[in-house]
């Protein structure tokens, strides 16, 4: 992954579209009713969907399969290898109010672990945590930073990102690229890399985030959003939830 992003047009189909698609909106009118203080706020994702709070035990256990599906597990064994587990799911919708700002970063400075180590991390040029973003509307898309999954930033990036030196983080990066997304398409992406999301249009992607078996990656994990033992028995690709 050169650049730290690849795009799969029309990677679902239409009735499996459908009916993941049935599940994720019930998860989102829940989830927004619960949170709705929340998301007046500013926030534009919701994640752990397979936790069960909003969903039935069918229901869950449908995203499931379809999280632990041959078709979903290789893709992202393309991008990290044969040895993955699977970490989070995410919901990315529009932000209440329409003119809030985007902003740049990369996944790894909410880990909590310094910049000198997420710089040190970076540079090792190994990907450990990927994300599978399908769009189940059309949508702008995300902006990228081609390559910047690999290196550290430049200092311009560096202080957009961080909002140092009078920038600020939705300022326009130099040679960034935007990749716009339309229902169906899977956008796989490198979570180290400099990249931020652009509100508008029908805004509704799941994202499915898988990882390199590493303890440091592991804890953020929640084994509440595993199958259990009996539902394990009735998934394709049951690995990834050891």
């Not at 994720?24 to 998301?39: C, G, P, Q, T, V």
């Not at 926030?43 to 399969?65: A, H, M, P, W």
């Not at 700002?101 to 990927?130: C, F, M, P």
Request: net charge negative; hydrophobic share 35%; proline share 3%.
């Amino acid at each position: 992954m050169k650049d730290g992003f690849v795009l799969y047009k029309h990677f679902l189909t239409e009735s499996l579209g459908q009916q993941i698609d049935k599940i994720l909106r019930k998860f989102h009118a829940s989830w927004i009713a619960k949170n709705h203080d929340f998301y007046k706020k500013g926030i534009l994702n919701s994640s752990s969907i397979t936790n069960g709070e909003f969903l039935t035990v069918s229901e869950r256990f449908e995203l499931l399969k379809f999280i632990g599906s041959s078709e979903i597990v290789n893709k992202a064994k393309e991008f990290l290898g044969s040895d993955i587990r699977f970490l989070n799911t995410q919901i990315f919708f529009n932000p209440c109010d329409i003119n809030q700002n985007n902003y740049w970063h990369r996944d790894i400075q909410y880990t909590g672990i310094s910049e000198t180590e997420q710089r040190l991390a970076i540079e090792k040029k190994e990907s450990a945590v990927i994300h599978l973003r399908l769009a189940f509307a059309d949508e702008l898309g995300i902006d990228f930073v081609p390559e910047s999954h690999s290196r550290w930033d430049n200092q311009e990036e560096l202080d957009v990102r961080l909002q140092r030196n009078g920038k600020e983080s939705h300022d326009s990066i130099p040679g960034s690229k935007s990749v716009s997304l339309e229902k169906g398409d899977l956008l796989v992406f490198d979570a180290n890399i400099i990249h931020r999301g652009l509100y508008g249009l029908d805004r509704f992607s799941f994202d499915i985030l898988f990882c390199k078996p590493l303890p440091e990656i592991l804890k953020f994990a929640q084994k509440e959003t595993y199958p259990t033992s009996e539902e394990l028995a009735s998934i394709e690709c049951p690995e990834i939830f050891n």
